[in-house]
Nanobody, 117 residues
Framework: VQLQAFGGGLVRPGGSLRLSCTASGLTLPIKFMGWHRQAPGKRRELVAGLASGGNPRYAGSVEGRFTISRDDAKNTVHLQMNDVNPDDAGVYFC????????????WGRGSQVTVSS
């Protein structure tokens, strides 16, 4: 299984950035796709997640600014980041869980998001 992420980089405060992650090699249904963030010196935290058939959930700090979406035909999850601020900086990890009864969890390598003017 591979998770390939795209879209990290440098963004100015107030700007927008879009992250995408495509999962390949999965043989069991996807149950969950999400994005976690790890800022320097901080623990990894869930930024946005979307379970299959469920509603999106967001960290309070990004609610109203970030939007998570999925293209299940392509096993792809997107994170649209708007009105970015310096607290949004960090390494963003794509996360996928798949399975039937038991779930296997997979992580992408991480995409650096830098917020600077």
């Amino acid at each position: 299984v591979q998770l390939q992420a795209f879209g990290g980089g440098l963004v100015r405060p107030g700007g927008s950035l879009r992250l995408s992650c495509t999962a390949s090699g999965l043989t069991l249904p996807i149950k969950f796709m999400g994005w976690h963030r790890q800022a320097p010196g901080k623990r990894r935290e869930l930024v946005a997640g979307l379970a299959s058939g469920g509603n999106p959930r967001y960290a309070g700090s990004v609610e109203g600014r970030f939007t998570i979406s999925r293209d299940d035909a392509k096993n792809t999850v997107h994170l649209q980041m708007n009105d970015v601020n310096p607290d949004d900086a960090g390494v963003y990890f794509c996360n996928v869980r798949s399975g039937l009864i038991n779930e296997d969890e997979y992580w992408g390598r991480g995409s650096q998001v830098t917020v600077s003017s």
